[in-house]
């Protein structure tokens, strides 16, 4: 797996990772390979909408679900991108094969 970007640290993060393109904020020093692979996968989808229509799309797709499942972890995995990221955080060539806008089938 290459990745193509900057990696930072914060102890303080809520989350084990997020990634804002081109960086990806991480709890821990050293990420597994499983998080840090799925962080990048959402550096590719940011990458092909555009990051403010990615975060755009990515809110308003989590007030639907949250309405759906009426709980926010739920809602949160139900997400088009999460579930792509989930579905392929451990197909580590994933990323070769992907095609363009790949988050669309887990709608």
Same mark, same amino acid.
């Given at each position: 797996m290459k990745f193509k970007g900057y990696l930072l640290t914060f102890s303080f993060l809520w989350v084990e990772?997020?990634?804002i393109f081109p960086?990806?904020?991480?709890?821990k020093k050293a990420p597994g390979k499983v998080l840090l692979y799925h962080?990048?996968?959402h550096l590719r989808q940011?990458?092909?909408l555009g990051? +403010?229509?990615?975060?755009?799309?990515?809110? &308003?797709? =989590? *007030?639907?679900? +949250?309405i759906q499942y009426r709980e926010h972890? &739920?809602? =949160? *995995?139900?997400?088009?991108?999460e579930r792509e990221?989930?579905?392929?955080?451990?197909?580590?060539e994933y990323l070769e094969n992907r095609k363009f806008w790949g988050f669309l089938k887990y709608l």
């Open positions: 990772g997020m990634a960086f990806i904020f991480l709890k962080e990048c996968i940011q990458l092909e990051l +403010l229509p990615f975060y755009i799309w990515y809110f &308003l797709e =989590y *007030l639907i679900r +949250l972890h &739920l809602a =949160y *995995l139900n997400i088009s991108f990221a989930y579905a392929n955080e451990r197909e580590f």
